[in-house]
């Protein structure tokens, strides 16, 4: 099998058994990342910087060193410090500037022996789920790449999907890390807010934003979890029968593409013959309580959390010039008006995280009640949407904003703080779809889990340019 297309474990396995070397898997993928230029997966990428790390990772290995990453490419999304990367948080006035430290997830990712393979593009200051950007360009599905990947880690779905490198590291606040792999069929984690450290990452919120793993395996995104989150590393060994998983019917199985509640009714037949136990599980509400909750508190925590950010790690510019700086229309639209009157007040704020406290509350009865492990549902209603399209996507005939519509089903847990899975569970026009499991906070290596069990379900599709 060609290395660009192994998984962590695999590289693993193959680095111990003297079968691949690190140098020539990142030679392969050097090769393969300039071979995939126009779809815009990566902001930055220094051929140079990740061949001398991978000779020295053989070095490491020719010595008896054995570390779960070592001699493993990973990828960063471009709102994560790393200094050997310039970034850029996917804004002009950022662009080609060098952090002086590492995040604390890079320095984690680097102390279990993992190479930085480079930055992906992302939506600009991740305000976005498209991950056009009027900077770095518009990144496209390696599925189809008339599609967009998702975002605002899009660039970090794109670099896995197309087979520039196995696994990457994106960041989510309502949505970014689960979308783009639902739309680019991986698997990715959202973990428990507060879980993983953000600091030294580009924020949006601090209450809302979690770094989180993305890669072609359940197996991978936990460990790459254990080593973000510094625990332990094994799963849980699950049998699906008894398990109890939660049908959210209102909100979340609602409006979905015909192609979306096809393959996503397939998947719950296949659970329930499983030994899965599907129950009902009513969240009133929580639409509500959710649109009262989610950008009041993350607007008002960018302003905030971005001026500590760049104080702190030291970019160089304020949070005034950073905002004038911002070239997408659709992100200009939601920052610039906080540098004046559209700001959100303590009052507002304030309200809002009363209402997040209510929709924790929401969540918390209803797992209770219904007794369920976790709930499951379409991670996005829809099939991933025309490139460049920032604005609206059709929907069931109906023309419908973007943003809203692919977080639609992300968001709420994401408020809430809840860790989140999504699962590649099969193809609806050629294009992937993804399953989400959502659990209550602290249940990541559940969820984990559960995935690891239900993965086998579902056929691993073969990827146009894997064929």
Known sequence: MNPTQLGIHEIRARFRAGTLTSLALAQALIERTNAQQALKGYATFDADTLLKQAAAADARMAAGEDLPLLGVPIALKDNIDSTDHPCAAGTSSLQG??????????????????????????????????????????????WNTDRMPG???????????????????????????????ALCGLVGLRPTAGRVPGRGIAPISTTRDTPGPMARSVQDCALLDAVLTQGPSPLFTVSLAGVRLGVPAQHFWEDLDPGVRAVSEAALDRLRAAGVELVPVDLPGVAALNASTGFPIALHEFVR??????AYAGRGIGFDALVVGVKS???????????????????AYGQAMACRQQLQNLYA??????????????????????????????LNGQAQPVFPTFIRNTDPGSNAGLPGLTLPIGLSDGLPVGLALDGMPGSDRLLLSLGSAIEPLFPTETAPWMR
Request: proline share 7%.
């Open 97 to 142: 500037s060098v952090p002086v430290a590492d995040a604390e997830v890079v320095r984690r990712l680097r102390a279990a022996g993992a190479l930085v393979a480079g930055k992906a593009s992302m939506h600009e200051l991740a305000f976005g789920v498209t991950t056009d950007n009027a900077t770095t360009g518009t990144a496209r599905n390696p």
């Open 151 to 181: 975002g605002s880690s899009g660039g970090c779905g794109v670099v896995v999907a197309a087979g520039l490198v196995p696994a990457a590291i994106g960041t989510d606040t309502g949505g970014s890390v689960r979308v783009p792999s």
């Open 305 to 310: 959390d971005m001026r500590d950010y760049l």
């Open 329 to 347: 229309p659709d992100v200009r639209a939601i920052v610039t008006p906080l540098l004046g009157e559209g700001a959100i007040s303590e009052a």
């Open 365 to 394: 009865q209803a797992f209770l009640s219904a007794g369920v492990h976790a709930l499951v549902f379409p991670t996005t209603p829809a099939l991933a949407a025309p490139a460049g399209e920032n604005t609206d996507v059709v």
